[in-house]
T-cell receptor, first 111, second 115 residues
Framework: GESVGLHLPTLSVQEGDNSIINCAYS??????FIWYKQESGKGPQFIID???NMDKRQGQRVTVLLNKTVKHLSLQIAATQPGDSAVYFC??????????WGAGTKLIIKP | KAGVTQTPRYLIKTRGQQVTLSCSPI?????VSWYQQTPGQGLQFLFE???????NKGNFPGRFSGRQFSNSRSEMNVSTLELGDSALYLC??????????????FGPGTRLTVT
């Protein structure tokens, strides 16, 4: 079936550098995407979302880019901090009430 | 405002047993969704309840069931436990889960281990 996936399971980034986490989706009908952050021992936390009629959305230190042509989503974190260490999930809206989640990317911050 | 709470936080059960997990949503939230999280599998959607009605269900066997009470608290039940049911079970609440944006708030999860 159609699903959301991630290119890199683990990403190591130097503190202060920018991080880019990628996500591929296969359902061209998906109209809404979300990025979540999950820290160890906690449930996922909403970071930022984007609708399919947009190609870019910015938040505080984070930017989500959507490329519908190649069905690709990315999360950019500026000036990565130790507190950004977590697993990041992308999720797509397949139908009402149900999100399809990717497998997650673990972000490791090197001091 | 208190966050989403889940009880118990940790649970160890034996194959063949059944288990009930509880979720208390944020006050005022009427939608509760349940997810199963296993290593390398991400989050798998189980079901979503709104105003005591199951609105959507994921692709899980009938051993997984749930319900929601009039105060929006929700329980999920797994009968005839299998080793593969070992996972972190997450509950998420929202004002109305059916509307975009999905402002879901997750609880810390219940870690279920089946031996």
């Amino acid at each position: 079936g159609e699903s959301v996936g991630l290119h890199l399971p683990t990403l190591s980034v130097q503190e202060g550098d920018n991080s880019i986490i990628n996500c591929a989706y296969s359902n061209s009908a998906s109209d809404y995407f979300i990025w979540y952050k999950q820290e160890s021992g906690k449930g996922p936390q909403f970071i930022i979302d984007i609708r399919s009629n947009m190609d870019k959305r910015q938040g505080q230190r984070v930017t989500v880019l959507l490329n519908k042509t190649v069905k690709h989503l990315s999360l950019q974190i500026a000036a990565t901090q130790p507190g950004d260490s977590a697993v990041y999930f992308c999720a797509e809206n397949e139908s009402n009430y149900q999100l399809i989640w990717g497998a997650g990317t673990k972000l490791i911050i090197k001091p | 405002k208190a966050g989403v709470t889940q009880t118990p936080r940790y649970l160890i059960k034996t194959r063949g047993q059944q288990v009930t997990l509880s979720c208390s949503p944020i006050s005022g939230h009427r939608s509760v969704s349940w997810y199963q999280q296993t290593p390398g599998q991400g989050l798998q959607f189980l079901f979503e309840y709104f105003s005591e009605t199951q609105r959507n269900k994921g692709n899980f066997p009938g051993r997984f069931s749930g319900r929601q009470f009039s105060n929006s608290r929700s329980e999920m039940n797994v009968s005839t436990l299998e080793l593969g049911d070992s996972a972190l079970y997450l509950c998420a609440s929202s004002l109305d889960g059916g509307k975009i944006p999905y402002e879901q708030y997750f609880g810390p999860g219940t870690r279920l281990t089946v031996t």
